[in-house]
């Protein structure tokens, strides 16, 4: 499944910003789906993922709270509102996907990667 990412941008703290991944060439309604961050001299890391299972989910606890993965079979689409927006949110957001559980989602276990989309918060 090949994924692209879009709705980054600039936002100042408080803001909400919401980033899409559209889905091609694979069965997308039998995929976990996900979204990973990844700030300048730091390792990617999880963020949200939602299972297969519509309403499945899984947080990181630096954004429990905040933001919020959802998906759209219908459109092969995964979002992620991010509301509440910090400094410390400001990374490059990848959009994620793999068959199975959501909650063995993580770099390692990642199939397949959607191009990253800059997310900068700063007042």
């Known amino acids: 499944v090949q994924l692209q990412a879009c709705g980054g941008g600039l936002a100042q703290p408080g803001d909400s910003l919401t980033l899409s991944c559209a889905a091609s060439?694979?069965?997308?309604?039998?995929?976990?789906v996900g979204w990973f961050r990844q700030a300048p001299g730091i390792e990617r890391e999880f963020v949200a993922a939602?299972?297969?299972?519509?309403?499945?989910?899984r947080y990181s606890d630096s954004v429990k709270g905040r933001f919020t993965i959802s998906r759209d079979n219908a459109k092969n689409t995964v979002y992620l509102q991010m509301n509440n927006l910090k400094p410390e949110d400001t990374a490059v957001y990848f959009c994620?996907?793999?068959?199975?559980?959501?909650?063995?989602?993580?770099?390692?276990?990642?199939?397949?990667w959607g191009q990253g989309t800059q997310v900068t918060v700063s007042s």
């Open positions: 994620a996907a793999k068959k199975g559980s959501a909650q063995a989602m993580s770099v390692v276990t990642t199939e397949h």
């Open positions: 060439g694979g069965t997308f309604s039998t995929y976990s």
């Open positions: 939602e299972s297969s299972i519509i309403g499945i989910t």
